[in-house]
């Protein structure tokens, strides 16, 4: 299911490519198969897919001089080609949001090993060991997960020592 901000996305790139109620829905159904951007079957590549589509629409209609290309700043189609070269279909948004966000988490973890004394070579050897060379998305997952784990671990055993730098 779409969260709200992205129902609200979605509101505004129909009303930026001059679309009406009756002819959203219809691009809707036809892309996603929804009727409404409520629909808890609505996924966020569902979302990529109709905001590519809305944007082809609002192109051809600012190129056709039917529509004017939107002066915000905010605005959702106001680089041509956006919203088809962002959201390939290996990734979306969400997906680049959470690794955004998993590479943020990651760097804290792997800081944290540091400050008990597990340099680079130490995480090198958890991530080659656990992504066995690869880079997707589960992967850094799995890689996380170990991190926690081994933090936790070490962390436990400075505890026990009585040095422990947290």
């Not at 001059?18 to 002819?23: E, R, W």
Request: charged residues 25%; contains cysteine.
């Amino acid at each position: 299911m779409l969260s709200r901000a992205q129902q609200i996305l979605l509101k505004r790139a129909q009303r930026e490519a001059g679309l009406d109620d009756a002819d959203y829905r219809e691009a809707l159904e036809t892309v996603t198969g929804c009727r409404t951007s409520k629909d808890p079957a609505l996924t966020d590549r569902q979302l990529d897919r109709i905001l590519c589509y809305f944007e082809a629409i609002a192109w051809r209609a600012i190129d056709a001089g039917e529509l004017q290309l939107s002066g915000r700043p905010d605005a959702v189609f106001r680089q041509r080609g956006f919203w088809a070269a962002r959201n390939t279909s290996q990734e979306t948004s969400r997906d680049r949001y959470t690794g955004h966000n998993q590479g943020g988490q990651i760097h804290d973890l792997e800081a944290s090993l540091a400050r008990l004394g597990f340099g680079p070579g130490y995480v090198s050897a958890i991530r080659a060991n656990v992504c066995k060379g690869r880079t997707d998305g589960h992967a850094l997952h799995l890689y996380e997960a170990a991190l926690k784990r081994t933090l936790k671990a070490k962390a436990r055993l400075a505890d026990l020592a009585g040095n422990n730098p947290f």
